[in-house]
């Protein structure tokens, strides 16, 4: 009989020593760990992240988990769910092909919220993170994309075994703990899409990341769990990966021999908001470097798009700034009229702002046959971008991914830039430089360093 899909992952989590792992994932891993702390301090600060700081009030207890932009401390699972929610209030973090998602937001708070519990050196902790975004992108690699066009938000949907996995590596769990412990993360996969554009969906980061820690725990005390909860009747690829079957025997587990943090690669963002926006964004932002037009210019914009973006870009008439981040529309009018995206493009001010609101209505969009048979459902979000302006010239533009790609990767000075202003935002100036020498060297962190990260000066 064959051994359940999840017993390969927990072999891997439980076997894999940091010895154990390449030089160009050990630098992959310290590129995506410095980009989840530099988004995480400012969204600290967000509406969404404080409303959860409220919410953990009922249920917080003492501990040492910094929850981040803060002075404060507390347990691990409420480090967990503030600091994942937190790492996405910006639609600012990482993006994974494996998964159609966000792969580090439920995992990162787990590594983070256990090493300074548990007083793991910088070593521990990239482990920990490692091996959680490694499980959670082969069971991406399984389901991936239906999983996605069934309507889950597959940050917390596969976020959560992710997290689970982090976790058992933590705590050091054995074999058949940690296969109980993805079994019971299984059962708390959920996330719907019908939330993107509300504080929701970056609550489904904090969720997913306190729902996996759990599960660890609850296996770590001796709850048990079905080997085979992936793949059998009524399992985790039936009910959320569905109707189609997807056979055990058709999955290739590939985990520990494939690398999917640098097989795949993740997409950073240059831009806080939904990536379906990102190649609409670079490729208007060049042009208007070289010819500016202003809103009063233009007769109407057609936009092509592939078959993701109509998904995820679902606030075509948005009223606040969360709407806005999930709106092409938005996107296309912030670009024309306030110039180039940044954290302080979405306010509220600027979206209700009348001439904005207005502007939507020269705007309209459609999935492109071209586009969707090239690209069918995928994250790279092509665009195809005409304008017509009101003295009769048209402009066509066209891209096909944004910068931040794996096939477009990001040079080392803008991922410092993005860094730099990301702490600058929030009043963390004094943190860049220190921050940034542990992240680039973290395998030499001790504990004490490990500990420090996410304090407020």
């Not at 017993?7 to 010895?19: C, H, L, S, Y």
């Amino acid at each position: 009989m064959q051994e359940g899909l999840l017993v390969p992952i927990a072999k891997f989590i439980v076997n894999t020593r940091f010895e154990d792992i390449p030089e160009s994932v050990i630098k992959a891993t310290k590129v995506a760990l410095a980009d989840w702390v530099c988004v995480t301090m400012p969204g600290a600060d967000m509406p969404v992240a404080q409303d959860v700081k409220k919410f953990i009030e009922y249920r917080r207890r003492e501990g040492k988990s910094v929850l981040f932009g803060s002075k404060e401390t507390a347990d691990p699972m409420s480090a967990a769910l503030f600091n994942g929610t937190a790492s996405h209030a910006l639609d600012y973090d990482d993006c994974g092909h494996s998964v159609l998602g966000h792969p580090t937001v439920p995992v990162a708070p787990v590594a983070f919220a256990l090493a300074q519990l548990l007083g793991l050196d910088g070593k521990d902790l990239m482990r920990t993170y490692l091996l959680g975004l490694e499980a959670e992108c082969q069971i991406g690699r399984w389901t991936t994309p239906v999983l996605s066009q069934n309507g889950w938000h597959t940050t917390m949907a596969y976020g959560v075994l992710g997290a689970a996995a982090a976790a058992a590596a933590a705590y050091g769990l054995t074999e058949e703990q940690t296969v109980n412990a993805l079994a019971i993360a299984a059962s708390r996969a959920g996330g719907l899409r019908s939330n993107f554009g509300t504080k929701t969906k970056a609550l489904h980061a904090g969720l997913a990341a306190m729902s996996g820690l759990e599960a660890a725990l609850l296996a770590k005390s001796g709850i048990t769990g079905n080997p085979k909860a992936l793949e059998a009747q009524d399992g985790y690829f039936q009910c959320l990966a569905g109707p189609a079957p997807i056979k055990a025997e058709d999955c290739e587990v590939n985990i520990g021999k494939f690398w999917d943090i640098v097989e795949v690669g993740l997409l950073y963002k240059q831009y806080p908001c939904c990536s379906g926006s990102h190649p609409t964004n670079d490729v208007l932002d060049e042009f208007l470097r070289e010819r500016p037009l202003k809103l009063d210019d233009i007769e109407r914009i057609h936009a092509g798009v592939s078959l993701l973006s109509p998904r995820e870009l679902t606030c075509h008439r948005p009223t606040d700034c969360i709407q806005a981040k999930f709106s092409l529309e938005y996107a296309i009018t912030a670009r024309l009229l306030y110039g180039p995206i940044v954290v302080d493009t979405f306010t509220d001010e600027k979206v209700r702002n009348p001439e904005v609101q207005a502007f939507f209505e020269k705007i309209e969009y459609e999935i492109d046959d071209e586009l969707a048979k090239k690209y069918e459902f995928t994250e790279k979000a092509p665009i195809k971008l005409d304008i017509w302006l009101k003295n009769g010239e048209h402009i066509f533009l066209e891209r096909d991914m944004a910068y931040g790609n794996p096939e477009k990767p990001f040079t080392e000075e803008q991922r410092k830039r993005k860094f730099d202003n990301c702490l600058e935002s929030c009043g963390c100036a004094s943190l860049i430089d220190p921050y940034w020498k542990t992240l680039c060297e973290l395998e030499k962190a001790d504990a004490a360093a490990v500990a420090a990260f996410g304090v407020k000066p």
